[in-house]
C-alpha cells in the first residue's frame, strides 16, 4: 500500500475534500543536480501546487483532521505500465507498417514511416483516453482513507 498523509479541507455529509502540496520525487534523490530529469522538474515545477480530491469518508474526519490515504501498489504498477507501453507499442507497429508499405511500393523515404509512427502514437494515446474513461471511478484505482494520521508521522500537507 504507498500512503500519504494529506489534511481535510472540508467535509460535506459523508465525503471529504483532501488537499496535499504536490511534489516532485527529484527533491529526495541524491543525483539531482547530474540529471537531466531533476534539471527538467526545477525548470518546469517552480511552483509547487496544491492538488485535491473527494473521497469518502469512512473515518469520521473532521476539517483540518490529518488522515492517510493510500492505494495499492498493484493497481500503481499496472497503471504506468499501460500507460508507457500502449502507445509505444502501437507506434512501433503502425513504424513497421509504413516500412512494409513503403518497400512494397519501392519508396526511398522514411517520411512514410515517421508518419505512420506519429499516427500509431496518437492511436495508441486515443486508446489511453478510453481506458480511462472506461476505468475512471473504479475503486481499486482511487484511493481510500486509511487512518487518522499519528503526531510523529511526516506530513505533506498545507497548513
Known amino acids: 500500500m504507498i500512503e500519504e498523509i494529506v489534511k481535510v479541507a472540508a467535509v ?18 541524491s543525483v539531482k ?3 537531466g530529469a531533476g534539471i ?4 518546469f ?14 473515518i469520521g474526519a473532521k476539517r ?4 492517510v490515504i493510500g492505494i495499492d501498489e498493484s493497481s500503481v504498477v499496472q497503471g504506468s505500465f499501460i500507460v508507457y507501453i500502449v502507445p509505444l507499442l502501437f507506434m512501433f507497429v503502425f513504424t513497421v507498417i509504413g516500412l512494409l508499405i513503403s518497400k512494397s511500393a519501392e519508396i526511398q523515404s522514411d517520411w512514410l514511416q515517421i508518419v505512420f509512427g506519429i499516427f500509431g502514437l ?3 494515446l486515443g486508446c489511453l483516453y478510453i ?7 473504479e475503486s481499486r484505482f482511487t484511493p481510500k482513507i486509511l487512518r ?5 508521522e511526516e506530513q505533506n500537507c498545507s497548513q
Open 33 to 35: 543536480n547530474g540529471c
Open 122 to 124: 496518437a492511436v495508441g
Open 148 to 152: 487518522f494520521a499519528k503526531d510523529g
Open 131 to 137: 481506458y480511462n474513461s472506461r476505468k475512471n471511478g
Open 40 to 43: 527538467l522538474a526545477d525548470y
Open 64 to 67: 483540518g483532521d490529518n488522515i
Open 12 to 29: 460535506n455529509g459523508d465525503e471529504v475534500t483532501i488537499e496535499s502540496l504536490r511534489k516532485s520525487t527529484c527533491g529526495g534523490c
Open 45 to 58: 515545477n517552480r511552483k509547487e501546487g496544491v492538488i485535491s480530491m473527494t473521497l469518502k469518508n469512512s
